[in-house]
């Protein structure tokens, strides 16, 4: 069984960046498709992008190019989001997911509120 | 990208009831939907994949079909615990994205 655990929660100023981290433990990291999901107050889910570790291909949502970075370390078995030029608008709980056909494994989600 | 239509927005109905949920993709996804179940204050759960085959430890009476750009989430009769928001996501090729939402009330 696969456990995800995820970094705490971030209060961060407009126009700054935040840093979200995800560690997978149990399952074999580099087979993963991990993909980071955010969810507004009261909003629904909204895919920013994912990465595959195996091939290190990596693909955003175009909403999001250019200030978001997703990354992979397969010696710590963790992702990473980079957000950045941060706006209130980004206030959201940040999830990663890592997908393995057929499972699927979420983390708890980092609250990240932007505020001035 | 690919757009993902959910309907109807809010659906209210009774336990024991069926429920029917919907999700139009604006081209063809093939059969590579999911869907997902969310409560409040929970990461969302995986409850089909691949259109129409349940993930592990959903019950029987959760059930999808579909393919190409139409997708229907059945739940035979309602449990009170079914009570929440669906979710359908495509994973056809990137970017992958969700549908709005669905929300399952209680009437």
């Known amino acids: 069984q696969v456990q995800v655990l995820q970094s705490g929660a971030e209060v961060k100023k407009p126009g700054s960046s935040v840093k979200v981290s995800c560690k997978a433990s149990g399952g074999a990291f580099s087979s993963f498709i991990i993909s980071w999901v955010r969810q507004a107050p009261g909003q629904g889910l909204e895919w920013m992008g994912g990465t595959m570790p195996m091939s290190g291909a990596t693909n955003y949502a175009q909403k999001f190019h250019g200030r978001v970075t997703i990354t992979a370390d397969e010696s710590r078995t963790t992702s990473f989001l980079d957000l950045s030029s941060l706006r209130s608008e980004d206030t959201a709980v940040y999830y990663c997911s890592f997908y393995s056909h057929p499972f699927d494994y979420w983390g708890p989600g980092s609250l990240v509120t932007v505020s001035s | 990208e690919i757009v993902l239509t959910q309907s109807p927005g809010t659906l209210s109905l009774s336990p024991g009831e069926r429920a029917t949920l919907s999700c139009r993709a604006s081209q063809s996804v093939s059969r590579s939907l999911v869907w997902y179940q969310q409560k409040h204050g929970q990461a969302p759960r995986l409850l089909i994949y691949?259109?129409?085959h349940r993930a592990t430890g959903i019950p029987a009476r959760f059930s999808g079909s579909g393919s190409g750009t139409d997708f229907t989430l059945t739940i035979s009769s309602l449990e009170p615990e079914d009570f929440a928001v669906y979710y359908c996501q495509h994973r056809d090729r990137w970017p992958y994205s969700f549908g709005q939402g669905t929300k399952l009330e209680i009437k």
């Open positions: 691949d259109a129409s």
